[in-house]
């Protein structure tokens, strides 16, 4: 059964940064893009960064040039460099992957269970 976990998040002021992992695991055959959304109080879920399976990013405008997307194929990891957080940073971030399991035909989409980042003024 196919898990994800992430890792990271946490209480910040604003400036500083932090690091998000995510590991996928259980019965992967392939994995496909990889990436973070958040989702802040009232708002709806948007993306954060995106990277597909070739390695090309795709980044929101709010967060370009502050944020870095990486992932490593080896340990089906995918890591979010996020500097110079900002208070409007602050939201739940969900890790998204697309995955095709062994259990399955086709590949699904799988969401972490969300960790917090808090940026502080």
């Known amino acids: 059964q196919v898990q994800l976990v992430e890792s990271g998040g946490g209480l910040v002021q604003a400036g500083g940064s932090l690091r998000l992992s995510c590991a996928a695991s259980g019965g992967i055959f392939s994995i496909f893009g990889m990436g973070w959304f958040r989702q802040a109080p009232g708002k709806q879920r948007e993306l954060v960064a995106r990277?597909?399976?070739?390695?090309?990013?795709t980044y929101a405008d709010s967060v370009k040039g502050r944020f870095t997307l990486s992932r490593d194929n080896a340990k089906n990891t995918v890591s979010l460099q996020m500097n110079s957080l900002k208070p409007e940073d602050t939201a739940v971030y969900y890790c998204?992957?697309?995955?095709?399991?062994?259990?399955?035909?086709?590949?699904?989409?799988?969401w972490g269970q969300g960790t917090q980042v808090t940026v502080s003024s």
């Open positions: 990277i597909d399976s070739g390695g090309r990013t």
């Open positions: 998204n992957v697309a995955i095709w399991s062994v259990a399955t035909t086709t590949p699904n989409n799988y």
